[in-house]
């Protein structure tokens, strides 16, 4: 049987990846070993500046702790062919760090460059967060600005680190809706882009407050999707968000992405899915932890035990 790998990310401890949503962030010390005392395996990079930026450093760090270094998430303004190459300099600068963390470690499996929109940057897609129409998604040109930038800076990655990149679908940005994704998809050449599936926001971003529609996307894309994040996505608070127009972020502070068992999202489907593809590799849970959501450390256990009880 596939062997399925959890981790976490310094989001769960109040680090989130943009502007917009900043929590009472945890010292990187604190996260990582309330991160192994909890029962993860590896850790995502989080923001630049968050962990060591010394790959040696930040080796030690990891393995005095028995972690991996699992992956980093990096935006990027696809949209504006101008940003682009900004775009793929802090990719790059990234994505050596990674290759050197993983070169001095043992873990058989090459972290991810994740790659991303500049999500929560434009107020309308803001706005609609989990609610998008076709008529907001890109233009023709835009799609090809898009999709272009996406692709070389992916295959950028793969030549001067050897890494693989995937993308990182996000409510509140322009890859949302599941016809987005699939619109990404085909415009871009597999060898150099895959997916990163995010349970939560595949949820919230296509309209249901369940996992309908979930697992046909899976058996679509499955050649594509090469790694996963699991978050979950509660229904009452995304009909609410969904009803009075709230935006992304107001409907993150409520609460949209609650802890792993109590939403919408069926993991125990989504393990046996996984398990019936071989995968075997990491599984990053991701809880947006704000002030005032309790305990990172007491969120990350319970996460954890929830995913033991369905035998990973």
């Known amino acids: ?75 990027v303004r696809l949209i504006d062919a101008a940003r682009h190459e900004a775009g793929r300099h802090e990719v790059l600068k990234v ?23 500049d999500n929560g940057s434009d107020a309308v897609r803001t706005r609609q967060a989990g609610r998008v129409t076709a008529d907001l998604s890109l233009t023709a040109d835009q799609w090809d600005t898009f999709a272009r930038g996406a692709e070389e800076i992916a295959r950028s990655v793969k030549e001067q680190t050897g890494l693989s990149a995937v ?11 599941p016809a987005e994704i699939a619109s990404l998809l085909t415009r871009t050449d597999p060898q150099w882009l895959g ?54 972020f107001k409907a993150v502070r409520e609460g949209v992405f609650c802890e792993l068992g109590q939403g919408g999202v069926d993991f125990r489907a989504m393990v046996d899915w996984l398990r019936q593809h071989g995968y075997d590799r990491w599984v990053v849970v991701e809880q947006d932890v704000l002030p005032g959501m309790g305990s990172p450390k007491e969120s990350a256990w319970r996460n954890r035990e929830y995913l033991r009880s369905l035998g990973v």
């Open 167 to 177: 993308f990182h679908h996000h409510c509140g940005g322009y890859i949302e809706s």
């Open 195 to 248: 997916l990163v599936f995010d349970t939560g926001h595949f949820m919230y971003g296509s309209g249901q407050n369940d996992s309908g529609g979930t697992f046909e996307f899976l058996d679509r894309f499955a050649d594509r999707i090469e790694y996963f994040h699991f978050k979950d996505c509660q229904p009452r608070i995304a009909a609410a968000a969904r009803s009075e127009g709230w935006d992304y």
């Open 1 to 75: 049987m596939a062997r399925i790998r959890i981790g976490n990310a310094p989001c769960s401890w109040g680090s989130l990846e943009f502007e917009g949503l900043e929590g009472e962030v945890i010292g990187y010390q604190q996260m990582l070993d309330e991160l192994a005392e909890t029962g993860y395996g590896g850790t995502e990079l989080g923001d630049w500046g968050y962990l060591p930026t010394n790959p040696e450093r930040l080796h030690a760090e990891l393995a005095s702790r028995g972690l991996d270094l699992l992956g980093a998430f990096v935006p």
């Open 95 to 117: 994505a050596r760090q990674l290759a050197r963390v993983h070169e001095l470690g043992s873990c058989d499996v090459p972290p991810y460059l994740v790659l991303a929109d």
